[in-house]
């Protein structure tokens, strides 16, 4: 087993409100190994993007890390000072957001950019910083990438804008890309180039990724283990293939189901009733439990003790049916709903 | 009799001016700039069926519904509503007509009024139209629609900032419903919506549409959420029917290259492992379209009279519609999917 390049313990983020204390991400721990894409998965409100924000020490004011440890490489973040991290954000962390004209400073030429970037973290003269920059965005795919490096961002369209902000999260060589929605701006055909240029960059630089989207089928296409977010908790995490052919958690399961699938015919898709909780109103115990088709089957429990993630299946599953004492209940577990 | 064909759309073009300013204009001796974002579009709707838009954005999917609708007025063509021509319709005529179409919008964040009470949105429609003027008989109404979208009736006292977008989408449903409509022309109802909420409301459409017949003009660039609810699928590219065709047709064995290059861009959930066909380029800007077919310069078929010559709509026996000069020479395999 791998050593983690990145290890998430027990991250618990805040926010203090007027009308009390929100817990957004509540209690997260995952690992991701060198050269790994681990997507993250979950609806709106459901923690996915804070939890990429806290890693790469981005979280707005007054949002802030309650408990919890970050290490990168075995070395704790999460608590170093802006200064301390700003020299990590970009040498070894980058981002790559979903809006590409708000990433990209509208001021300033794509080449301008790139440089800076080059030249705060890596030990270059000016010359080979745009050397370097030129070989980057040829690598991501512009086209006249010598001439295009002079170019303002509003000359770029919004597909090439992602692929400058791709080159610009890759300029100075990090270890780890923490990529919130990369794709979500885009259309389809965009969309296929992008997650095919991204796949085929992290595979030759190794480099590891933390893919946070809400859409099942990039994460289908690209990553390697998937965690499923639900009000601010893992709900299910594993293989990606496990968790898409062989959903454990209720709520995946759900999820799963509710996904309209290219040429399966079905009257109708499987709903799950209701809508995730507001954070001022988490139910005690498991979060999903007022809209579990299941919870009849374990009792009280799930209405009052919260369960932590168990094995299930190939995976590991926030849910009292995989307990040990309800072990005998998963003969009936959720049929396959993709395959 | 009443014939089959509820709405049909003839020839429909429809053009922006986007031209700078008129000193601007002259000072920098610029011509006028016209935007065809529609330009010739036809299609037929049936009766009780499903036809889905889908392209990607700025292929003139939206400005279709909202011509359907005469939030637009057609530069050219016709929209023809149950035999009626709507633009030569009289004012007393129109005014008919537009009780038995309603529209569903895509964000129901703005497109509810922050100010007014639930109650009074859904009724909107029932008062302007003189359907209802009784009190107690509007309330007893939209208590009706209400419980029919999933709501309760007690939820027409609140304000729209009191509900999830899903539940919101509900409400904009309940509006459209009120004055017991035939036609709803929903333009990218739940692209707004997460996975969960938005099986819900397209089982609640499907429903309702069982329950009471409707027909739905359904626009949207999520191909499978249109596999899931229409009856037949029309591709658009750049302001043009590329292809139309029954759903399973479409899906099954799609024609036109830019069908088949939409549809091997899709994630595939099931991990078949199947391998993409990526297509370069990007969709070119509207303002300078490509000459002849507009798909050309990413097309992997396309020789010189593709450049030269917009290719025609060609109708086949079991009425799908496809444009493409090598679909009509056959130099293209045809590729089954699924």
């Known amino acids: 087993m791998n050593t983690p390049l990145l290890e998430v313990r027990n991250l618990r983020v805040q926010f203090p409100t007027r009308r009390g ?244 015919e079905v009257e109708r898709l499987t709903q799950i009733d209701g809508s995730m909780p507001r954070l001022n109103a988490i139910p005690a115990g498991c979060a999903f439990n007022p809209r579990c088709t299941r919870k009849g089957e374990i009792g009280a429990r799930c209405t009052t003790e919260r369960p932590s993630l168990m094995n299930a299946g190939k995976t590991q599953a926030a849910c009292w049916l995989y307990s040990e004492g309800v072990a005998t209940n998963t003969t009936n577990t959720p049929q396959s709903v993709a395959a | 009799m009443k014939s089959s064909v509820l709405l049909e759309v003839r020839d429909v073009a429809r053009e922006f001016d986007v031209s700078k300013p008129w000193l601007n204009r002259v000072i920098e001796g610029q011509p006028k700039s016209i935007l065809k974002a529609v330009d010739g579009v036809s299609f037929t709707i049936n009766r009780g069926e499903t036809l889905s838009l889908v392209g990607e954005s700025g292929c003139g999917k939206s400005t279709i519904a909202r011509v359907v609708c005469g939030l637009y007025p057609p530069t050219r063509g016709a929209v023809i509503f149950d035999g009626v021509d709507i633009a030569k319709a009289s004012v007393n005529e129109q005014q008919q007509l537009r009780k038995r179409f309603q529209m569903i919008f895509q964000d129901p964040y703005a497109s509810l009024n922050p100010r007014w009470r639930v109650g009074k949105i859904i009724a909107e429609p029932l008062v302007s139209h003189g359907i209802m003027t009784d009190k107690a008989e509007i309330k007893k109404r939209v208590d009706q629609l209400l419980t029919q979208v999933g709501l309760s009736p007690q939820d027409q006292e609140k304000f729209p900032h009191e509900f999830s977008g899903g539940q919101r989408q509900r409400i904009s449903i309940a509006r459209a419903l009120s004055s017991n409509p035939e036609f709803l022309v929903c333009d990218e109802p739940t692209s707004a919506l997460d996975v969960s909420v938005q099986a819900q409301i397209l089982n609640l459409m499907k429903d309702l549409q069982r329950e009471f017949g409707l027909t739905y003009l359904f626009i949207s660039h999520n191909l499978a959420v249109v596999s899931h609810i229409s009856t037949r699928v029309g591709v658009m590219y750049l302001g043009r029917l590329v292809e139309m065709a029954d759903t399973k047709t479409i899906f099954n064995r799609p024609l036109h290259p830019y069908t088949q290059m939409l549809l091997s861009a899709i994630p595939d959930l099931r991990m078949t492992g199947k391998q993409r066909t990526p297509v370069a380029g990007e969709v070119p800007n509207p303002l300078n379209p490509p000459s002849g077919c507009t798909f050309h310069p990413r097309c992997p078929y396309a020789n010189d009279r593709c450049k030269l010559e917009a290719p025609k709509m060609m109708v086949a026996n079991d009425g799908s519609m496809v444009s493409c000069h090598a679909v009509e020479e056959k130099r293209i395999p045809i590729k089954l999917v699924a």
């Open chain 1, 21 to 264: 204390l929100l817990t957004a991400v509540d209690d997260v721990s995952l690992t991701i190994a060198p050269g790994e894409v681990l997507g993250v998965v979950g609806e709106s409100g459901a923690g996915k993007s804070l939890t990429g924000a806290a890693i790469i020490g981005l979280l707005e004011p007054p949002g802030r890390i309650e408990s919890g440890e970050i290490l990168l490489n075995g070395r704790r973040i999460d608590n170093l000072s802006p200064e301390e991290f700003r020299k990590i954000r970009g040498r070894e962390i980058g981002a790559i957001f979903q809006d590409p004209l708000t990433s990209l400073n509208p001021l300033y030429t794509i080449g301008r950019q790139i440089t800076e970037t080059i030249l705060t973290h890596l030990n270059v003269t000016p010359d080979e910083a745009k050397q370097r920059a030129i070989d980057l965005l040829n690598e991501v795919g512009i086209p006249a990438a010598d001439k295009r490096i002079d170019h303002y961002p509003h000359q770029f369209s919004g597909g090439m804008r992602q692929r400058v902000v791709i080159s610009l999260a890759l300029a100075a060589q990090p270890k780890l890309i923490i990529a919130d929605e990369p794709t979500t701006a885009l259309d389809v055909s965009i969309q296929a180039q992008i997650i095919t240029l991204l796949k085929k960059l992290c595979r030759e630089h190794g480099t590891s990724v933390m893919l946070v989207t809400h859409d099942m089928g990039v994460i289908a296409e690209t990553a390697d283990r998937v965690a499923v977010m639900y009000a601010g908790r893992i709900a299910e995490i594993g293989p990606v293939a496990e968790v898409i052919h062989h959903p454990q958690h209720p709520y995946t399961v759900g999820l799963m189901g509710a996904i309209p699938n290219l040429g399966e």
